[in-house]
């Protein structure tokens, strides 16, 4: 796949390659792997994603396979032995963040099923297709991703930002960013 044309943000290496070809823009309606998207999202405020994705394999192991329910339950023992691994970002207000967002995760889930029911009832259910011509034509963020940002806080979750927002859809597929030429726009 070396030789297909993709957008341009992913040609840095395989790590970037494989994500953009594998995962980006796909649609997630599993509760498990939104969850794994909004706890990296969240880790990625302020950062780079390459810097993420190079630790997602730690992270994984870190905040067990994303087990919402595990995370939910870190003590403060837990919350600190994360703080000593050099393997994840050691920000403390993230570690934290993903304990309490884990907790509000689940409210959601038992109010309204699961998670990607109540997530994806922002768009329709169906993916938003902005077409963008190139990259300068992708927005950081828009009166949706405001929105949700919004109700998200509003139910408790941290580090949800609308651009932090508006990323976590690019990568669960509910908006398609893929640039016009790119191999991806419509397979």
């Known amino acids: 796949m070396q030789n297909k044309t993709r957008c341009a943000w992913c040609e840095k290496d395989d790590l970037y390659r494989n994500y953009h070809d594998h995962e980006w823009g796909n649609p997630v309606h599993d509760d498990h792997k939104m969850f794994e998207f909004l706890i990296l999202e969240t880790f990625q405020a302020g950062l780079s994603w390459y810097t993420i994705l190079a630790k997602r394999e730690n992270f994984r192991k870190a905040f067990d396979h994303f087990d919402f329910e595990k995370v939910s ?88 930002g609308t651009t932090v927002v508006y990323a976590h859809m690019q990568a669960t597929g509910m908006v398609n960013d893929h640039i016009a030429d790119c191999w991806k726009r419509n397979s």
């Open 73 to 160: 339950q870190f003590s403060e023992d837990k919350i600190q032995t994360l703080m000593l691994d050099a393997g994840i970002i050691r920000n403390q207000l993230k570690i934290r963040a993903a304990v309490s967002n884990a907790q509000a995760y689940i409210k959601v889930r038992e109010e309204f099923g699961s998670f990607c029911t109540y997530i994806w009832n922002f768009i329709g259910g169906k993916p938003i297709d902005h077409q963008p011509k190139a990259l300068k034509d992708i927005p950081a963020s828009t009166p949706l991703s405001d929105a949700l940002s919004k109700d998200l806080k509003k139910r408790g979750f941290k580090f949800v």
